[in-house]
C-alpha cells in the first residue's frame, strides 16, 4: 500500500519502471529484429547503471540512524529485497525474449548469432587468422596458481576476463572440481577489438560470434602444451562512493554522511560472473582475491549485455530504415552570416547536426570571431569539438572551456586532450564538487566593423549524444542580445571558479540558470497557473523531461491539480510524482514514450492565460540538478518555433502507438488507439513536421 501521508513513489523503483518499458519494446514484434536486440543492449546498460549507483547508496542508507531514515520514509533493506526480486524477475525475461523470440527472428531473417554453441568447424581458418590478425596482440594471459602464478596477481576493475580452468596431459581427470587443475585469466580485450565478429556466411546464413568465443576457440594458442578443461567470463567493478550531497537535503546528508564514517563503512565490490560457472571454480576466485559471497552477480549466459546496442548492421529489412536528415544551413555559408538573418531551432535527429558542427569549426577559422566560450559536458579527446577549439587557440583567438570529465573515458584519456588543449593556449577549468556544469552551452563574441557579434548556443543535450544522432534533442543557435548576454554573464561567473553560493546575487532574467534562480521560476510559474484556474480561467502544464523527483516541485503540481489545473507529464525514466491518487493526482496524466530514438530533451509548457510560455532546458527536476549543478533553462520567443514546439508536444501527448500511460504503481500501461482513431507516434509524427519546414535535406545516415 502506498502511503498517502508521504506521496512520492521511490526514484529507484521508478528507475526499474523504465528498464521494464526497454523489455516491452524488445519483446514487440513490430520492431525490427536487430532493433529489439539493440534494445536489449539499452536495458543492459541501465541495469547496469542501476546496480552501479543505486545500490551503493542504498546499501550506505542502510547504516544510517533509524532516527535519520523514518525522517526520510526509507527503509533501504526492504527496498533492496524488492529490487533484488524485481532485477531478477527482469533478467529472467531478459533472456527469455532473447533466447526464445529474438534469436530464432534473427535466425528467420538469415542471421545466425553463435550463442552458447560450438562454432562450426568450417570457420577453423577463419578463426585461427581472426585471432592471430585482430586478437593475439590485445591478449594479456595470467596464471593464477601453480609454480608460474604471479603473487600480485588481481582481477582488474572493469576489465573483462575469461577464467580458464586447465591441465597437463592426463587423461583420468574427470572430476570437474578436481585439484588438480591450473588456473588462468585471459583479458577479453574489447577496447580494441569488435565484441560481434562477422564469420563467413554457412548453410547461406549470416554468421556472428562473440569476440570471446572465438578467444575460447584459440586457448590452446594461448596456452600451447595445456588441455583446456572449461572457460566462464568475469568482470570486477568497484563503485564509486554514493554522493549523499546529490540525494539528500544538507542536513540528512551531512547527518549521513558522518554515520557512516563512523562505522568506518567500506563500498564492496561487484563481480559479476557468468552463469553456469561451477561452484568450485567460484570457490577458488573467492579464496584466490578475498571476493566476499555477497559481492557476486550472476549476469546471465553472456556479460556485458549492453554491447548490444552496437550489433552490427546486417540487412535493411531487420532494422529500421535509414534516416533523412534536413539541414538549416548550406554546406558552403557562414553560420555567422546565415545567423544573422534569424535563429536556428534544431529538432534532432530530425535536423542533421551539421549547423553544430558549423557553428564550431566556423568560430575556429572566422577572422572576425575573437571568443569562444564553451561549456564541454562528458566529452572525450576524440570529439570534433575539442579539435575546433585547439584549432580556434592558434588561430588567435580566446578560449574558455569548463569541462565535465567523462567518468566513463579512461584515465589516461581525459587529461591528455587536457593537456593538449591548455599547450594550444586554452583556458581550461575543470568542473569541482562544488560547482559542476551539466548545461550545454556557448558563446562566440565576433567583432566587426560595427562593433561586437554575439552568437549563443543552448541545448538539451550533450554535443557527444548529438552528433550520434540516437537522441532526440534541440538545440537553438541565437543572436538575441538579452539570451547572449546573459550567457556572457554566466560565462563570466564561471570562469572565477567560484561556488555558486559565494554569489547571492547574479541577474538572469531570460535564463533560469540553477542555484540561482531556476527552482524558484518555476515554481512561480506553476503558482502562475493555480492563480489562473482559482480565477476560472483556463490552466495547464505540459512538461516533457527525463526525470522529475524535486519534492517541492512535486507538491506544487499536487496543489495545480487539486485546484483544477491540467497537468500532463511526459517522463522518460524516473517520476516521483504519484499519478491517480485520489483527492490528491487524480487529474494528472503521466505519460512515457520509448522508441526508435531515445528521447532526452527537456520541454516546458505553461499555458500563461494564453501567453503559452515554452522553455528548453538541459536539466531536470532533481534535487540534484537544481542544487547542486549548473543547469539552464531558455525561453522559446519566436512564434513560428514556438508552434512548432507545442505541436512536437501534443504529438507526445496524444501518441497511441509507443506511449505507455503510468499508474499508481508505475505499472507500464500501453495507450491503445481507439476503434476508427488516427493512429499517432509522436517520433514518426515529429518527423514529418519537420520534413514539411524544411526543404534542404542532409545526408542520409543510419
Known amino acids: 500500500m502506498l502511503d498517502v501521508t508521504h506521496p512520492y513513489y521511490d526514484n529507484s523503483l521508478s528507475w526499474l519502471s523504465y528498464t521494464q518499458r526497454l523489455l516491452m519494446e524488445a519483446d514487440d514484434e513490430t520492431v525490427p529484429v536487430v ?132 591441465y597437463k596431459d592426463q587423461p583420468d581427470l574427470k572430476a570437474e572440481d578436481s585439484d588438480e587443475f591450473l588456473y588462468a585469466c585471459v583479458n577479453i580485450p574489447v577496447a580494441h577489438t569488435p565484441r560481434f565478429v562477422e564469420l563467413p556466411e554457412y548453410n547461406g546464413m549470416k554468421q556472428i560470434a562473440f569476440l570471446e568465443d572465438i578467444i575460447r576457440y584459440n586457448l590452446d594458442i594461448i596456452f600451447p602444451g595445456y588441455k583446456i578443461f572449461d572457460s566462464y567470463c568475469i568482470r570486477s567493478e568497484r563503485p564509486s562512493y554514493p554522493e549523499l550531497e546529490d540525494e539528500l537535503i544538507p542536513l540528512y546528508a551531512s547527518r549521513v554522511g558522518k554515520q557512516l564514517e563512523k562505522q568506518e563503512f567500506v563500498l564492496p565490490q561487484n563481480v559479476f560472473y557468468e552463469m553456469d560457472m561451477p561452484d568450485s571454480m567460484r570457490q577458488y576466485l573467492t579464496d584466490r582475491f578475498d571476493i566476499a559471497p555477497d559481492e557476486w552477480i550472476e549476469a546471465g549466459h553472456y556479460l556485458n549485455y549492453s554491447s548490444f546496442v552496437h550489433f552490427p548492421r546486417m540487412s535493411k529489412k531487420l532494422e529500421y530504415p535509414v534516416l533523412k536528415q534536413f539541414s538549416t544551413v548550406d554546406h558552403s555559408e557562414n553560420i555567422f552570416d546565415n545567423l544573422q538573418l534569424g535563429d536556428h531551432l534544431l529538432h534532432l535527429p530530425y535536423h542533421s547536426s551539421w549547423p553544430i558542427l558549423k557553428f564550431f569549426n566556423d568560430a575556429a577559422m572566422d577572422p572576425y570571431v575573437k571568443e569562444i566560450h564553451v561549456s564541454l559536458y562528458k566529452i572525450s579527446g576524440q570529439s570534433f569539438l575539442i579539435n575546433s577549439l585547439i584549432s580556434a587557440a592558434r588561430n588567435g583567438k ?267 504503481y508505475q505499472n507500464n500501461i500501453p495507450v491503445v488507439a481507439l476503434p476508427g482513431s488516427v493512429k499517432i507516434r509522436a517520433q514518426e509524427a515529429n518527423y514529418r513536421l519537420i520534413d514539411r519546414q524544411e526543404s534542404r535535406p542532409a545526408l542520409q545516415v543510419k
Open 398 to 664: 580566446k578560449i574558455l572551456a569548463f569541462v565535465e570529465l567523462n567518468p566513463k573515458a579512461s584515465d589516461e584519456e581525459s587529461p591528455l586532450w587536457a593537456k593538449k588543449m591548455k599547450d594550444a593556449g586554452i583556458k581550461v577549468i575543470f568542473s569541482s564538487a562544488g560547482l559542476k556544469v551539466h548545461a550545454k552551452i556557448a558563446l562566440v563574441k565576433r567583432k566587426v566593423k560595427k562593433g561586437w557579434e554575439k552568437y549563443g548556443y543552448l541545448g538539451t543535450g550533450g554535443v557527444f549524444k548529438l552528433t550520434a544522432n540516437e537522441t532526440v534533442d534541440h538545440v537553438l543557435l541565437t543572436t538575441r542580445p538579452e539570451i547572449c548576454n546573459e550567457l556572457e554573464l554566466l560565462f563570466a561567473y564561471l570562469a572565477t571558479g567560484q561556488e555558486p553560493k559565494k554569489f547571492k546575487y547574479l541577474p538572469f532574467n531570460m535564463l533560469m540558470v540553477s542555484q540561482f534562480n531556476m527552482h524558484r521560476a518555476l515554481i512561480e510559474m506553476i503558482d502562475r497557473e493555480i492563480k489562473h484556474s482559482k480565477m476560472g480561467k483556463k490552466a495547464a502544464i505540459v512538461i516533457k523531461i527525463n526525470q522529475l523527483q524535486d519534492k517541492q516541485i512535486i507538491d506544487k503540481l499536487y496543489h495545480a491539480s487539486r485546484v483544477g489545473v491540467s497537468v500532463t507529464l511526459i517522463v522518460t525514466n524516473c517520476l516521483c510524482l504519484i499519478p491517480d491518487l485520489p483527492t490528491i493526482s487524480e487529474q494528472i496524466v503521466a505519460l512515457r514514450v520509448v522508441d526508435r530514438f531515445q528521447e532526452n530533451s527537456r520541454i516546458f509548457y505553461f499555458y500563461n492565460d494564453g501567453q503559452e510560455d515554452i522553455l528548453l532546458s538541459s536539466g531536470d527536476w532533481t534535487h540534484r540538478n537544481f542544487h547542486r549543478r549548473i543547469d539552464v533553462a531558455f525561453p522559446i520567443a519566436d512564434p513560428k518555433f514556438k508552434k512548432t514546439l507545442k505541436q512536437v508536444l501534443e504529438n507526445y501527448v496524444n501518441d497511441n502507438q509507443k506511449a505507455v500511460r503510468l499508474d499508481v
Open 35 to 166: 532493433e529489439r536486440l539493440r534494445f536489449l543492449g539499452k536495458f543492459a546498460k541501465e541495469k547496469d547503471e542501476f546496480v552501479k549507483e543505486k545500490i551503493p547508496l542504498l546499501r550506505a542508507m542502510s547504516l544510517a540512524s533509524r532516527d535519520t531514515l523514518e525522517k526520510l520514509n526509507l527503509f533501504p533493506d526492504t527496498l533492496l529485497e524488492h529490487i533484488r526480486e524485481t532485477l531478477g524477475n527482469q533478467l529472467k525475461e531478459f533472456t527469455t525474449i532473447l533466447t526464445r523470440s529474438i534469436l530464432p527472428a534473427l535466425y528467420d531473417g538469415g542471421v545466425h548469432l553463435i550463442f552458447r554453441e560450438p562454432i562450426e568447424f568450417n570457420h577453423h581458418e577463419f578463426l585461427r587468422n581472426y585471432f592471430m590478425k585482430e586478437i593475439f596482440r590485445f591478449v594479456q594471459p595470467l596464471f593464477l596458481s601453480g609454480r608460474k602464478s604471479f603473487k600480485n596477481t588481481f582481477i582488474e576493475p572493469t576489465v573483462f576476463h575469461l577464467i580458464v580452468r586447465l
